[in-house]
C-alpha cells in the first residue's frame, strides 16, 4: 500500500489544496507506473527533463555501481565520475581548456553563472541583462533573473541588479516586426542598446534561454548569432541557460550549437537531461577565457553536495546513453514528424493559433480565440497570460483519464516526450489530443445572419 502524501507534504508550483496527483511508484520507457496498477504516457518529460524516461537501466547499474564504491566525499577532494564528466561535457561543447562547476541543479546553476560572470569580468554587481517571459529557476536570484509575472512581486529584481529586455516573441513580437527573422534581429538589438545604454563597463552577462523554455517562446533563427554578435562586439559575456534546451531536446547536444561554432557562448548552464533527472545535478560549463580570468583567485561559492559522486556518475551514464543509443538524431527526426503532426492538428482546429519548436523532441501548440486563418484574427489567447483556460485544464484532465500526461503553461500546450519514446506511443498521444481538441474546442457555430448565401 502506497502512503498518499496529500497532506503532509508542501508541493512546488501547486495550489496545496487542489493537489491530487497520482502516486508513481516505477518507470519504463516513457511510461510512469501508478500505485493503483495502471500506467500514464509522459508527454512532458515530467519536468521536460526525463530526457531518457524512466529507470534508464544504464542510469540504475551507474548507480548502483558507484554506491558500491563511494557515495560521497565533498568537492574539496577528487571524485573520479566527477572528473570523468567533467572532460566529457568539455568535449561535447568544444569548451576545451575550459572548467566546469557543478551545482545541485538548474537555478544553482545560473545563480553561480552569474557571480563567476561578475567575478571574472571585474564587476562584482555588474548588471545581468535577462528577458522578460523567461524562466531561470524559483530560487531569489533566478527569480530577479527570470521574467515571469508569477513570481515577480516576490522579488525585487533591480535589488540584484538585474534588467529585462523583451522578448523574440515572433506570434505576438513586441517590436512589431512583420516577420519572425526580423524579431529575432530586433530582439537581440534590444539587448545591444540596454548595454550601450548601461555602458559595457557596467553589465557583467547577459543570460539567455537559447531555444526551449516553459515560457513556451521559441526565438527565430535569426536570434541567438545576432544575440552573440553583438555581446561579443561589446565584451560582455553570454551565457546560454540550456537547463530546458540540452541533451536532445532542441535536437543537438547543446541548442546553440544548431547555429554553429561562432554561436559559442561564454558560459552555458546545464541540468535536467544532464543525469536524465535520475539524480539531481546542474553544472556551469565555462570557456577557457573565463576561465583563466579566475584560476588565481579564491571562489567563494558551493554548496555541499555541489559534483556529488552519484550525481557525477549518473552524468557519465547518461553522456553514454545518448550516444550510443543515437538519441540526439533521433530526436531530431521524432521532432520534425512531431512538428508536422502538430501542423496538421492546427489546420484541423482553429484553437491553435500558433505551432513552433520541432528542431528536437518539443513542440509549443499556443491556443487562441480566433482562428488563425480569419483575415481579422487578433491571436487574443483564451485566458490572460499565465492562467490556464478552463477548458484546457479539462483536456489535461481527459487526458489524464485516458493514460496520457500533457504538459500545459497558459495557453500552451508543451508536447516534451522522453527521448526514448516508441513510434507508436507518439503516434498515438497525438490522435489522443486530435480527438480532445475536437472534445473541447469545437468551433462555434456560425451565426445565422453571417452565413453566405447559396
Same mark, same amino acid.
Given at each position: 500500500?502506497?502512503?498518499?502524501?496529500?497532506?503532509?507534504?508542501?508541493?512546488?508550483?501547486?495550489?496545496?489544496?487542489?493537489?491530487?496527483?497520482?502516486?508513481?511508484?516505477?518507470?519504463?520507457?516513457?511510461?510512469?507506473?501508478?500505485?493503483?496498477?495502471?500506467?500514464?504516457?509522459?508527454?512532458?518529460?515530467?519536468?521536460?527533463?526525463?530526457?531518457?524516461?524512466?529507470?534508464?537501466?544504464?542510469?540504475?547499474?551507474?548507480?548502483?555501481?558507484?554506491?558500491?564504491?563511494?557515495?560521497?566525499?565533498?568537492?574539496?577532494?577528487?571524485?573520479?565520475?566527477?572528473?570523468?564528466?567533467?572532460?566529457?561535457?568539455?568535449?561535447?561543447?568544444?569548451?576545451?581548456?575550459?572548467?566546469?562547476?557543478?551545482?545541485?541543479?538548474?537555478?544553482?546553476?545560473?545563480?553561480?553563472?552569474?557571480?563567476?560572470?561578475?567575478?571574472?569580468?571585474?564587476?562584482?554587481?555588474?548588471?545581468?541583462?535577462?528577458?522578460?517571459?523567461?524562466?531561470?529557476?524559483?530560487?531569489?536570484?533566478?527569480?530577479?533573473?527570470?521574467?515571469?509575472?508569477?513570481?515577480?512581486?516576490?522579488?525585487?529584481?533591480?535589488?540584484?541588479?538585474?534588467?529585462?529586455?523583451?522578448?523574440?516573441?515572433?506570434?505576438?513580437?513586441?517590436?512589431?516586426?512583420?516577420?519572425?527573422?526580423?524579431?529575432?534581429?530586433?530582439?537581440?538589438?534590444?539587448?545591444?542598446?540596454?548595454?550601450? *545604454?548601461?555602458?559595457?563597463?557596467?553589465?557583467?552577462?547577459?543570460?539567455?534561454?537559447?531555444?526551449?523554455?516553459?515560457?513556451?517562446?521559441?526565438?527565430?533563427?535569426?536570434?541567438?548569432?545576432?544575440?552573440?554578435?553583438?555581446?561579443?562586439?561589446?565584451?560582455?559575456?553570454?551565457?546560454?541557460?540550456?537547463?530546458?534546451?540540452?541533451?536532445?531536446?532542441?535536437?543537438?547536444?547543446?541548442?546553440?550549437?544548431?547555429?554553429?561554432?561562432?554561436?559559442?557562448?561564454?558560459?552555458?548552464?546545464?541540468?535536467?537531461?544532464?543525469?536524465?533527472?535520475?539524480?539531481?545535478?546542474?553544472?556551469?560549463?565555462?570557456?577557457?577565457?573565463?576561465?583563466?580570468?579566475?584560476?588565481?583567485?579564491?571562489?567563494?561559492?558551493?554548496?555541499?553536495?555541489?559534483?556529488?559522486?552519484?550525481?557525477?556518475?549518473?552524468?557519465? *551514464?547518461?553522456?553514454?546513453?545518448?550516444?550510443?543509443?543515437?538519441?540526439?538524431?533521433?530526436?531530431?527526426?521524432?521532432?520534425?514528424?512531431?512538428?508536422?503532426?502538430?501542423?496538421?492538428?492546427?489546420?484541423?482546429?482553429?484553437?491553435?493559433?500558433?505551432?513552433?519548436?520541432?528542431?528536437?523532441?518539443?513542440?509549443?501548440?499556443?491556443?487562441?480565440?480566433?482562428?488563425?486563418?480569419?483575415?481579422?484574427?487578433?491571436?487574443?489567447?483564451?485566458?490572460?497570460?499565465?492562467?490556464?483556460?478552463?477548458?484546457?485544464?479539462?483536456?489535461?484532465?481527459?487526458?489524464?483519464?485516458?493514460?496520457?500526461?500533457?504538459?500545459?503553461?497558459?495557453?500552451?500546450?508543451?508536447?516534451?516526450?522522453?527521448?526514448?519514446?516508441?513510434?507508436?506511443?507518439?503516434?498515438?498521444?497525438?490522435?489522443?489530443?486530435?480527438?480532445?481538441?475536437?472534445?473541447?474546442?469545437?468551433?462555434?457555430?456560425?451565426?445565422?445572419?453571417?452565413?453566405?448565401?447559396?
Amino acid at each position: 500500500m502506497a502512503i498518499e502524501e496529500r497532506h503532509s507534504v508542501l508541493h512546488s508550483w501547486s495550489v496545496q489544496a487542489d493537489w491530487r496527483a497520482p502516486t508513481v511508484v516505477g518507470g519504463r520507457g516513457a511510461r510512469l507506473l501508478l500505485a493503483d496498477g495502471g500506467s500514464i504516457l509522459d508527454m512532458s518529460s515530467l519536468a521536460e527533463c526525463s530526457n531518457l524516461g524512466h529507470q534508464h537501466p544504464r542510469l540504475i547499474e551507474a548507480i548502483r555501481a558507484q554506491a558500491e564504491r563511494l557515495c560521497y566525499v565533498s568537492n574539496a577532494w577528487g571524485a573520479q565520475p566527477r572528473a570523468e564528466l567533467a572532460s566529457m561535457l568539455l568535449e561535447r561543447s568544444g569548451f576545451e581548456g575550459g572548467r566546469v562547476f557543478f551545482t545541485l541543479g538548474g537555478a544553482d546553476a545560473n545563480e553561480n553563472a552569474v557571480k563567476i560572470a561578475r567575478q571574472a569580468s571585474r564587476k562584482p554587481r555588474g548588471a545581468v541583462i535577462a528577458r522578460d517571459r523567461s524562466y531561470h529557476g524559483a530560487t531569489h536570484l533566478a527569480m530577479a533573473l527570470s521574467g515571469d509575472s508569477r513570481t515577480q512581486q516576490q522579488v525585487d529584481a533591480a535589488a540584484f541588479n538585474v534588467q529585462h529586455v523583451p522578448p523574440p516573441y515572433a506570434y505576438r513580437c513586441p517590436f512589431g516586426s512583420a516577420n519572425a527573422d526580423e524579431c529575432g534581429e530586433r530582439g537581440a538589438h534590444a539587448v545591444a542598446e540596454r548595454i550601450d *545604454a548601461l555602458g559595457a563597463d557596467a553589465v557583467a552577462a547577459v543570460l539567455m534561454e537559447p531555444n526551449a523554455g516553459t515560457n513556451g517562446i521559441v526565438a527565430p533563427d535569426s536570434y541567438w548569432p545576432a544575440l552573440r554578435r553583438v555581446t561579443a562586439e561589446r565584451g560582455v559575456y553570454l551565457v546560454a541557460d540550456e537547463v530546458m534546451s540540452a541533451f536532445g531536446r532542441c535536437g543537438e547536444w547543446f541548442a546553440w550549437q544548431r547555429h554553429g561554432d561562432d554561436a559559442r557562448p561564454d558560459m552555458m548552464t546545464l541540468a535536467k537531461g544532464l543525469t536524465g533527472a535520475a539524480v539531481p545535478l546542474g553544472a556551469v560549463v565555462i570557456a577557457q577565457h573565463v576561465a583563466a580570468r579566475i584560476e588565481h583567485e579564491m571562489l567563494y561559492t558551493g554548496l555541499t553536495y555541489c559534483g556529488h559522486p552519484l550525481a557525477c556518475a549518473a552524468g557519465v *551514464a547518461a553522456l553514454q546513453a545518448y550516444a550510443e543509443e543515437g538519441l540526439i538524431e533521433r530526436s531530431r527526426r521524432l521532432g520534425a514528424q512531431l512538428f508536422a503532426d502538430a501542423q496538421r492538428l492546427q489546420s484541423r482546429h482553429p484553437v491553435i493559433g500558433d505551432v513552433r519548436g520541432g528542431h528536437g523532441l518539443f513542440v509549443v501548440l499556443e491556443l487562441v480565440q480566433d482562428a488563425p486563418a480569419d483575415s481579422g484574427s487578433t491571436h487574443a489567447p483564451l485566458a490572460p497570460w499565465p492562467q490556464t483556460p478552463p477548458a484546457l485544464k479539462a483536456l489535461v484532465d481527459d487526458a489524464m483519464a485516458a493514460g496520457v500526461s500533457f504538459a500545459t503553461r497558459g495557453n500552451l500546450l508543451l508536447l516534451a516526450p522522453p527521448l526514448v519514446i516508441e513510434e507508436r506511443e507518439l503516434a498515438d498521444a497525438i490522435a489522443l489530443l486530435d480527438t480532445l481538441l475536437a472534445r473541447h474546442f469545437a468551433p462555434s457555430p456560425v451565426p445565422h445572419s453571417a452565413k453566405v448565401p447559396t
